[in-house]
């Protein structure tokens, strides 16, 4: 529910219902924070105590409120859903982000067909198959199944490769598939063959192991040799994977099993996967700048990482608790079509063990992100001493302007920091002062806009352009007292003295003082790094720029009665853009699908207006 309006932030928070549901806290203009609670009231009161939470960005973020809306759900449960589709729709700052987990792979097995075939696949969907996984490394789970193909021949073509074969593959001659496509293996033999792949994804391999022997002496009673050495040689490679896992938990049960570090604003999320009580794989999540409290963080990322469709295990086990334990346990049971998943903190025994393990792992993790964050990135040392800046320019801020002669002017600023793109930093600006082609005052006017005062500065401005570009950004510096260091980049140029061949002069940096613009050595780290950013701002801008033409183009043509979705489509695949419509004759006009001839006298009488 949206508050009335004139209500303060006070009268919202005593507004606010005891019930479980969504809040959302807005600030003047976007979205602060979306979180879900079993008490919509209490939880949000958490945060503007005097005496509460101390850290600074939830007195930052607390500050920054003006209003909080919610929305009340019939239970923790559809709090909990709700929730993670706002998050992927609003995509709120403060709010940690788990990307789409497109690194996890699993292995699909089309039992619901005749002859099931073997992929390794990143969606995992409901059509019948069976899911084995999730692995966090593709290269691994590829080379599974290139094991697994050895022993077991399933063929792993697609289904239109299927359907029109009639000659076996490659795949057959060197032994990894039995061509039921070719009718070379019957079905009842090739059933077999997808049982024992089963019994090895889910790790029964003993069980695989004894079905083995057990034809090898069938094969070797009947005296044929070649066949038993076939099972043994399998059987042997299936011990011999055996002998270096360790069992870790309980056979038949799969769990996730996550630790949890913090070093302020810094924190690490392990997860290590247990298949049949045996570890399968692991994968650390970092985020950074994050202060909310922990058992938040937890929670959250436990919706998103859940909610993606991702394989679900028998029992999650957690370092600590988190309010929404039973909320989330229900959630994932009914995602497993109503087997039971259990969420809890494990007290003692190989659960709590396992804990500890993701836990090391995570404090291991930790510390690669803090030296690698130590890490200074080379092409900032080699701005710092090329351009001769007083300090390394950990922050970058680019600006560029995207128009056409005049038209929709937009001004674009990307940030990098420490040689990274920080795009929770990137602003748009429309151009508003500033009238006809105006290269110099449209830079003026965004970099005005950014810059009011003397405070908050990055350690380099970068400007897209030359000398003029270059004068307006010191222009605006001057004017609020700023020494922040600005350069210009301009693009390479081509020249050619009289009698002279042509010359390809690199990008040009002006600086400040300087004659003549510097070149910095072509492929070195500055000159790439310089590049990249330069290259980062004009996609940022001129992709906007081109949403607000293409929104421009669209309510022009949508006032002509008669010119629908399919028309404007077709006009602009013929002439490319307005203008191109705007110059076609009638006869070209009508040559376009669907345009009658009075039909583009009507375009052609509104467009020239």
Known sequence: ????????????????????????????????????????????????RKHGDGRYAVKYLASRVKRIEYIVTANE???LIL?????????PRYNIRLKDDKTYVSIKLTVQEKFPRISVVR?????????????????????IVKFLRKLFPICSCSSHEFRNRVRPCLDYQIGVCGAPCAGLISEQSYAELVQEAILFLDGRNREVVLRLKKKMLEASGREDYEDAAKWRDRSLAIEGMLEEQKVVGRPGIDSDVFGFLRRGGDVVIQALFVRDGRITGARDFSFCKVELPSEEVMSSFLSQLYAAGRFLPDEVLLPFQVNDCAAL???????????AVRVYVPKRGKKM???????????????RLLLKDRETPQGLVDLKTRLRLPNLPSVIEAFDISNIGGDM????????????PDKTRYRLYKIRLTEGPNDYAMMHEALSRRYKDSSGHPGLILVDGGKGQLSMALKVLDGIGAKTPVVAIAKEKLTQRPGKK??????????????????????????????????????????????????????????????????????FERFGDLEGVKNASLGELTGVPGITEKLANDIKRELSV
């Open 409 to 420: 002017a937009v001004g674009a600023m990307v940030v990098f920091v420490n040689a990274v």
């Open 502 to 571: 042509k010359i390809l002069k690199h990008e040009r940096i002006y600086l400040k003082g300087a004659k003549d613009p510097v070149f910095l050595k072509e492929g070195s780290p500055g000159d790439l790094l310089l590049r990249r950013i330069r290259d980062e701002a004009h996609r940022f801008a001129i992709t906007y720029h081109r949403r607000l033409r293409r929104g421009a183009v669209t309510s022009i043509l949508e006032t002509i009665p008669g010119v629908g979705p399919k028309k404007r489509s077709a006009l």
């Open 123 to 143: 969606r995992i969907k409901d059509d019948g198959a069976r899911y084995f996984g999730p692995y966090a490394s593709s290269r691994d789970v590829r080379d």
């Open 77 to 79: 449960k559809e709090a």
């Open 83 to 91: 929730e993670d589709i706002l998050l992927k729709k609003h995509k």
């Open 329 to 339: 346990s229900s959630f994932l049971s009914d995602k497993k079509s109503g087997k």
């Open 353 to 367: 063990r396992l804990v500890s393990m993701a836990n090391e792992n995570a404090q291991a993790a930790l510390k």
């Open 1 to 48: 529910m949206v508050p009335s309006a004139g209500m303060t932030l006070e009268d919202d928070i005593n507004s606010l219902p005891s019930s479980p549901g969504v809040y959302i806290m807005k600030g003047e203009r976007e979205i602060l924070y979306i979180g879900k609670a079993k008490n919509i009231r209490a939880r949000a009161r958490s945060y503007f």
